[in-house]
């Protein structure tokens, strides 16, 4: 007997999905069988997803077709002229506002599957995300993609060295900043943490417990649009392990979801953080490392200003690779259709 000799049951839902990671964060691009979530953008369809959609979601990142780390792609129509379509990037807690290494990855399988000229040297990708429109550069070697620039949405610094108090934890000195999405940085040695991956666990409850405290201490708002105005994750920085790069970074968001890439929003944003003081020229390139030792690059490429608030154009940078193609199904009769999470 063979895969092709299995019918598929009457009744069951049948999901496609092209699979990828990028820097070893994996994204789940869900190609067909997912209904399309209402509205005229893309923030619109994400409050219509998490209203009407979410056990689809659950089914998806969750086991057991997924896990708690699972990170997905929903590729819908464009919403502005000009744009290639939109996305709207799911994970083990909800629907986010964007996603740098989801970018980077849905660019990917984009380009090599035919939107724009795969005989060109590169392909320019316009793409409608619930943050706002990002640009993508996928650099094409014989067909395939090779490296993947962003540029992201306006990016900007709000505080400096604050402290909270955490239960367990004392006080915590951090920076906040919005890269597509908003995130507090915490120096991992202050923790007396180790960004390395046998630190997870002891990462994912700090993360965790300064990310309560915060949203218990503090509202924040988004100066356009106050369906961004949420705190998304904590990011732990210290030094890079490798000569060359500037620093390492651990960031935990959602529910406990350890991202493997160095996250892209969160590296705009810190590219926010080094501007505001002034340790980073325009056009300087960075990199940053994850918790496995995979990198993104990044650099200022230009300044703006949002609600009166100084901001600047990052780019990030960084590669991705396809992992496999996959056919769910969702049976009405499974008790555990839906997904269920241990964490």
Request: glycine share 12%; proline share 6%; with cysteine.
């Amino acid at each position: 007997m063979t895969a092709l000799d299995w019918p598929t049951p009457e009744g069951c839902r049948v999901v496609r999905t092209i699979d990828a990671h990028a820097q070893g964060e994996p994204l789940r691009i869900i190609t067909a069988g997912f209904p399309q979530p209402a509205g005229n953008t893309v923030l619109e369809r994400r409050r219509d997803a998490r209203e009407r959609l979410d056990a689809w979601r659950t089914a998806l990142m969750w086991e057991p077709r997924g896990h708690a780390d699972m990170y997905g792609c929903l590729v819908m129509p464009p919403v502005l002229d000009g744009s290639h379509f939109s996305v709207l990037f799911l994970h083990n807690d909800g629907f986010s506002t964007m996603c740098g290494h989801g970018i980077i990855a849905v660019s990917t399988v984009a380009a090599e599957a035919g939107l724009g000229d795969p005989e060109a040297s590169s392909v320019e990708l316009a793409i409608d995300t619930p943050a706002g429109l990002v640009r993508s550069t996928v650099e094409m070697r014989e067909g395939r993609a090779d490296r993947v620039r962003f540029r992201n949405v306006l990016s900007f610094a709000v505080e400096l060295d604050q402290l909270v108090a955490v239960p367990g934890l004392g006080e915590v000195r951090f920076d906040l900043a919005f890269g597509g999405a908003y995130y507090a940085y915490v120096d991992a040695g202050a923790m007396e943490l180790e960004l390395t991956p046998r630190s997870a666990s002891r990462l994912i409850d700090a993360g965790r417990r300064i990310k309560a405290a915060l949203s218990a201490d503090r509202t924040i708002e988004h100066p356009v649009d106050d369906d961004l105005g949420f705190l998304y994750g904590v990011i732990f920085t210290g030094p890079a392990a490798s000569p060359g790069h500037h620093s390492r970074h651990v960031c935990v968001f959602a529910d406990g979801e350890v991202d493997r890439s160095p996250t892209g929003t969160g590296v705009s944003g810190w590219l926010a953080l080094l501007d505001a003081r002034g340790q980073l020229a325009e056009g300087e390139e960075i990199r940053i490392e994850s918790l496995i030792g995979s990198r993104f690059s990044g650099r200022i490429v230009g300044r703006d200003r949002i609600g009166g608030r100084p901001a600047i154009t990052p780019e990030v940078g960084g590669r991705a690779y396809v992992t496999g193609r996959h056919e769910f199904l969702i049976d009405p009769d499974d008790p555990w259709r839906d997904g269920f999470s241990i964490r």
